[in-house]
T-cell receptor, first 116, second 111 residues
Framework: DGGITQSPKYLFRKEGQNVTLSCEQNLNHDAMYWYRQDPGQGLRLIYYSQIVNDFQKGDIAEGYSVSREKKESFPLTVTSAQKNPTAFYLC???????????????FGPGTRLTVL | QKEVEQNSGPLSVPEGAIASLNCTYSDRVSQSFFWYRQYSGKSPELIMSIYSNGDKEDGRFTAQLNKASQYVSLLIRDSQPSDSATYLCAVGSYNTDKLIFGTGTRLQVFP
């Protein structure tokens, strides 16, 4: 089955801890994205990447870090510097970053992070 | 002005009716338009893509695009209670690397 997997589904973090959210895709997509969704709000872009070992900040990158060591994987670390990390985190991928049909984005099932 | 605007709803329609969801966007050079359905607690699911002016039909769904007026709409015919969800509009252009999402319209279909 082709698709995007995210783990864990639920994650609880104590204040001051760093946590890493996993995202893997076997769609052979070049581009991958991380979004954050808060209740009643739209999707906000955290980071995105088009190729291995390269990534760009999105609109709300502060307090987050990413890596892209493999085409299939794009993990997100929520650091202790992120002041309000409780949210639903969504990973997505697309064939390409370019406009037009190549940037149809497909989402993983999400990780719900709660700070205790 | 928000880049992609949607009425938050809820839009309530009876079962069997046509639900009409609207989205306006501000970037005139936008080229790609998408509708996602998001059930409560779940991730968004792509249901329609449209790139040219006019209508595009897929089953009970029809996407309509009017670039001159900068709006895109989604019609759901024969609405079912299972269509009750939040519908997100997303817009992309060759000028940017990313999609811009609206905040979504919540649709409620009642029996």
């Amino acid at each position: 089955d082709g698709g995007i997997t995210q783990s864990p589904k639920y994650l609880f973090r104590k204040e001051g801890q760093n946590v890493t959210l996993s995202c893997e895709q076997n769609l052979n997509h070049d581009a991958m994205y991380w979004y954050r969704q808060d209740p009643g709000q739209g999707l906000r872009l955290i980071y995105y990447s088009q190729i291995v070992n390269d990534f760009q900040k999105g609109d709300i990158a502060e307090g987050y870090s990413v890596s892209r060591e493999k085409k299939e994987s794009f993990p997100l670390t929520v650091t202790s510097a992120q002041k309000n990390p409780t949210a639903f985190y969504l990973c997505a991928s697309s064939i390409d970053l370019a406009g037009g049909p190549y940037n149809e984005q497909f989402f993983g099932p999400g990780t719900r992070l709660t700070v205790l | 002005q928000k880049e992609v605007e949607q009425n938050s709803g809820p839009l309530s329609v009876p079962e069997g009716a046509i639900a009409s969801l609207n989205c306006t966007y501000s970037d005139r050079v936008s080229q790609s338009f998408f509708w996602y359905r998001q059930y409560s607690g779940k991730s968004p699911e792509l249901i329609m893509s449209i790139y040219s002016n006019g209508d595009k039909e897929d089953g009970r769904f029809t996407a309509q695009l009017n670039k001159a007026s900068q709006y895109v709409s989604l019609l759901i015919r024969d609405s079912q209670p299972s269509d009750s969800a939040t519908y997100l509009c997303a817009v992309g252009s060759y000028n940017t690397d990313k999609l811009i999402f609206g905040t979504g319209t919540r649709l409620q279909v009642f029996p």
